[in-house]
């Protein structure tokens, strides 16, 4: 299945800068997409990035806060704007993998994700 | 909109010993996939096994197993000959196809020796 690499793995930002989180795909993927996780909890779905068109996303998520950015299929990126403490988080991105089409190997892969430390 | 529920927070097991994990979920869709997905404390989300909804016959990985009730929406994890390496956050998940995965709270499973 498709693997991605997701950098950095993890940085200390000082409160209102902004930090930029790359995922690398090594397979085409239609649909990525971005998830904030606190220790020990779920995994929260930021937003869903498809090539070509803008990011949708979820209740209590925006743009200006989160941009997004997918500029072809194997690539996407994830901006946490002008951070505050409470943006502090693992940041994790996913994709959807049909590599042969076959039911049996649908699924979703992730990055190792990031963790953000704003202080 | 789809839920998915995983009502053991946390769970424990001797080393070689069974566990089963707990899965629900409400939809009102026909065709839809179930996945466990195992997140050590390296944060990797590792997918653990997959059932495809259409399927009668439980999904099975070497000691994984699932019991996927369909009527009853229900998805267990069935862990045997548990293993140190076993421990972990488990997430039960829902998806479309071609859409979100839905995650429920999660289930820490503690392996002990």
């Known amino acids: 299945s498709a693997v991605i690499s997701q950098k950095p793995s993890r940085d200390i930002c000082q409160r209102g800068t902004s930090l930029t989180i790359q995922c690398q795909v090594d397979?085409?993927?239609?649909?990525m997409f971005w998830y904030r996780q606190q220790p020990g909890q779920s995994l929260t779905l930021i937003a869903t990035?498809?090539?070509?068109?803008?990011?949708?996303?979820e209740s209590g998520f925006v743009i200006d806060k989160f941009p997004i950015s997918r500029p072809n299929l194997t690539f996407s990126t994830l901006t946490v704007s002008n951070m505050s403490p409470e943006d502090s988080s693992i940041y994790l991105c996913?994709?959807?993998?049909?590599?042969?089409?076959?039911?049996?190997?649908?699924?979703?892969?992730f990055g190792s994700g990031t963790r953000l430390t704003v202080v | 909109a789809q839920t998915v529920t995983q009502s053991q927070p946390e769970m424990s097991v001797q080393e070689a010993e069974t566990v089963t994990l707990s899965c629900t979920y409400d939809?009102?869709?026909?065709?839809?996939?179930l996945f466990w997905y195992k997140q050590p404390p390296s944060r990797q989300m590792i997918l653990v096994i997959r059932?495809?909804?259409?399927?009668?016959q439980n999904a099975t990985e070497n000691r994984f197993s699932v019991n996927f009730q369909k009527a009853a929406k229900s998805f267990s994890l069935k862990i045997s000959d548990s293993q140190l390496g076993d421990t972990a956050m488990y997430f039960c998940?829902?998806?479309?196809?071609?859409?979100?995965?839905?995650f429920g709270a999660g289930t820490i499973l503690r392996v002990k020796s």
């Open positions: 990035a498809n090539q070509g068109s803008e990011a949708t996303y």
């Open positions: 059932q495809e909804a259409y399927k009668q």
């Open positions: 939809t009102s869709e026909n065709n839809y996939y």
């Open positions: 996913s994709a959807m993998t049909h590599p042969t089409g076959l039911s049996s190997n649908y699924g979703y892969t």
């Open positions: 397979s085409q993927v239609t649909m």
């Open positions: 998940a829902f998806g479309e196809y071609g859409n979100k995965l839905v």
